[in-house]
Structures are given as C-alpha cells and as structure tokens.
C-alpha cells in the first residue's frame, strides 16, 4: 500500500502521540467525538515505536448527572448481547467543565472484531452501564458512534496490511 493510500485511509481519524514512559512512546488513533462528553462506545487503536502489532480497544465510557462506579457493560443488538466486566478501580470522576461525572474503562478488543463488524450490521445498537451499586445508565449508540467503529476497523485493516515504517511515517504526520 503505497504512502498516499495509507494517509488517505488515516485522515478521519484523530492521531496523537504519547511519549510517557508508561505508554511505550505510541501512536494513539480514535474516531468520533471521543470523550466529548457524552456515553458511547469509543474504538481506538495504539501502535507503538517498538512493535509492529497494531492494537485495537474499545472504551466505554459512562457520562450523566449522577457518579456511576461501572461495574459492567452489557452492550445488544436485536439478536445477541456482550457482557464486559469492569475492573475495581474507579478511574472516573467529576468533570467540572461539563458538570457530569464520568467513568471510563478500556477493553482490548483485537480478537473480537466480528462483534464490531456484527454492530455495525445490527438495526440498533445499545450499552447499558450497571454501576457496582446496582444503578443503571441505556445508551443506543449513534450513526457518529457507529461511523467511528466503521472508520477505526477500516484503519485497523488498512495498517494490517500496510508496511509498519510507512505507517509510522504516515502518523507522525498526521499526529494534532
């Protein structure tokens, strides 16, 4: 796949750079209006500087008017449903800007992209949060959540089959 090809499959999506330690200096790839204040299903994709293995999560994240410890997921279509279980810790909070609280939680989802592929297909699409007390929060997701999922398994596709120097240099000149 030639460099053009790869940026033009790239552009949609926000790239940035982590250089923390902790992050093992990678390239963080997301559609959609990730973290802008809303519930939804959020995919992303990480390559690092160090790897050639292209990763590809799903964040949840819970946004309301009351806190929400998530202790699950449970995300349906009309025919089937997906359980995630949330760890322990509450990385959640209050955000002052947007006057909700939020919780957020991250699963790798890279053995499990026919569940993406089957909700993409599905006529609707919801996640119900369940808090470890029990509360719940429904959210159907939106033909934005939906396209960010179409657009992150089309980038996740298209840096499979890619070569990982030209890649990388794609990124980091799309890096914001």
Same mark, same amino acid.
């Given at each position: 796949?030639?460099?053009?090809?790869?940026?033009?499959?790239?552009?949609?999506?926000?790239?940035?750079?982590?250089?923390?330690?902790?992050?093992?200096? #990678?390239?963080?790839? #997301? *559609? &959609?209006?990730?973290?802008?204040?809303?519930? *939804?299903?959020?995919?992303?994709?990480?390559?690092?500087?160090?790897?050639?293995?292209?990763?590809?999560?799903?964040?949840?994240?819970?946004?309301?008017?009351?806190? =929400?410890?998530?202790?699950?997921? #449970?995300?349906?279509?009309?025919?089937?449903?997906?359980?995630? @279980?949330?760890?322990?810790?509450?990385?959640? &909070?209050?955000? /002052?800007?947007?006057?909700?609280?939020?919780?957020?939680? =991250?699963?790798?989802?890279?053995?499990?992209?026919?569940?993406?592929?089957?909700?993409?297909?599905?006529?609707?699409?919801?996640?119900?949060?369940?808090?470890?007390? *029990?509360?719940?929060?429904?959210? @159907?997701?939106?033909?934005? /959540?939906?396209?960010?999922?179409?657009?992150?398994?089309?980038?996740?596709? @298209?840096?499979?089959?890619?070569?990982?120097?030209?890649? #990388?240099?794609?990124?980091? *000149?799309?890096?914001?």
């Amino acid at each position: 796949m030639s460099e053009a090809q790869l940026r033009s499959a790239l552009s949609k999506l926000t790239v940035t750079y982590d250089s923390e330690a902790e992050l093992a200096d #990678r390239f963080s790839l #997301r *559609g &959609g209006q990730h973290g802008k204040g809303s519930c *939804g299903l959020y995919p992303c994709l990480f390559v690092t500087n160090d790897d050639p293995t292209v990763y590809l999560s799903l964040g949840m994240t819970y946004f309301g008017n009351k806190k =929400l410890d998530m202790k699950s997921v #449970r995300v349906e279509t009309e025919d089937n449903y997906y359980d995630f @279980t949330c760890d322990e810790e509450f990385i959640g &909070g209050y955000d /002052n800007d947007l006057k909700a609280w939020f919780d957020y939680e =991250l699963f790798d989802m890279d053995d499990e992209t026919s569940w993406l592929n089957e909700w993409l297909a599905a006529k609707s699409v919801t996640a119900t949060f369940t808090g470890k007390d *029990g509360s719940t929060k429904t959210y @159907t997701l939106t033909k934005d /959540n939906l396209q960010a999922i179409r657009d992150i398994l089309n980038a996740y596709d @298209t840096l499979l089959g890619s070569d990982v120097s030209t890649a #990388r240099v794609v990124l980091r *000149g799309l890096v914001k």
